[in-house]
Every structure is written in structure tokens, then in C-alpha cells.
């Protein structure tokens, strides 16, 4: 286990965790209405949950969440959400530095997510985190970068794929 400072202790989340998960997504989703985003298209994010190669959770209660599958041989970011009135507690950037060593440790050399490139919570602030936008894409990141526009996703402003190699 490890913290996100004393009071939001980051674990792996468990099946009875995924329904309070999908109320933190739905929760963070709300503040994308702010720049005009949304509301989103339901891709069904237990499936994601349950079939995720590791979720983790900080908080307990959850306040906040990160999904990670393996695409084209790198750990990726699906999800990332943190409850509105936790955010700005530092509690994403934990979750990504536990992302990025929990990679390491499986022996993965990158870690990549899709995002909206302009929203600063979002392309911004991994930007800052040490990903780069990528103008060439794996067969694996092109597909979910393809369901992205299929879903309307790309309707509500420019998506890009990047990456953090490790």
C-alpha cells in the first residue's frame, strides 16, 4: 500500500469497490460541463473495472481512482477520476507516480493514456507529469483512439494519445 499523505492511503481496489468507482467517475465527469464537455456517452466502465490489469483506489472510503490495462505492451491509464471536492490534494499525481511504479515493477518501459489535449486538468497536467503527445500511434492505442470518435468523444473537443516512457 502506499499514501497519498496520511488521510488517503492508495490500495488495490477490490469487485466491492467498482460501484462506488463508478459514482466517482460520474462525479468528476460533472465538472467537464464547466468547459463545455459532455455529458458523456456510457462505454461501461465496470467491464473496464473488472477487467482492468490493476485498479487502484486512494482513500477509504474511495475518493478517487486509476484504471490500468496493457496496450501494445505498455501499461495505459483508462481511467483516471478523482471526486470534486477532493481534487487539488496532490491525489492524481499519486496515482500516476503508483501507475508508473507499479509498470516499472511488471517490466513495462512506458505508460500512455487518451485525454482531451486542452482541458488543463487534463493533456496540461500530464503534460507536467512527463507525458508527450504522440503523432504516431500503436495498432492498440489507433483502436481505442477509433472507439473514442465511434463513441463522440472527439465531438467536445481535440483528443490526443500520449505517453511517459519510464
Not at 496532490?90 to 516499472?104: E, I, Q, T
Not at 511488471?106 to 485525454?115: E, H, I, N
Not at 483512439?145 to 505517453?163: K, L, N
Amino acid at each position: 500500500m502506499s499514501t497519498a499523505g496520511p488521510e488517503f492511503p492508495i490500495r488495490v481496489a477490490t469487485p466491492v469497490d467498482f460501484a462506488r468507482l463508478r459514482e466517482i467517475e460520474a462525479e468528476s465527469d460533472e465538472i467537464f460541463a464547466s468547459v463545455g464537455i459532455g455529458p458523456f456517452h456510457d462505454d461501461d466502465t465496470e467491464q473496464h473495472l473488472g477487467a482492468a490489469a490493476v485498479v487502484f483506489v486512494a482513500g477509504e472510503p474511495p475518493v478517487g481512482f486509476v484504471t490500468v490495462e496493457v496496450v501494445d505492451g505498455a501499461a495505459h491509464i483508462w481511467q483516471l477520476s478523482v471526486t470534486p471536492s477532493m481534487q487539488g490534494r496532490g491525489l492524481g499525481r499519486a496515482l500516476v507516480a503508483l501507475v508508473s511504479d507499479w509498470a516499472r515493477a511488471q517490466g513495462y518501459t512506458a505508460v500512455t493514456l487518451t485525454t482531451f489535449r486542452d482541458v488543463p486538468w487534463n493533456g496540461p497536467f500530464y503534460e507536467r507529469l512527463g507525458f508527450s503527445e504522440q503523432d504516431r500511434l500503436t495498432s492498440g492505442l489507433a483502436a481505442i483512439r477509433q472507439h473514442e470518435r465511434d463513441i463522440g468523444d472527439d465531438e467536445f473537443g481535440p483528443r490526443i494519445a500520449m505517453r511517459m516512457d519510464l
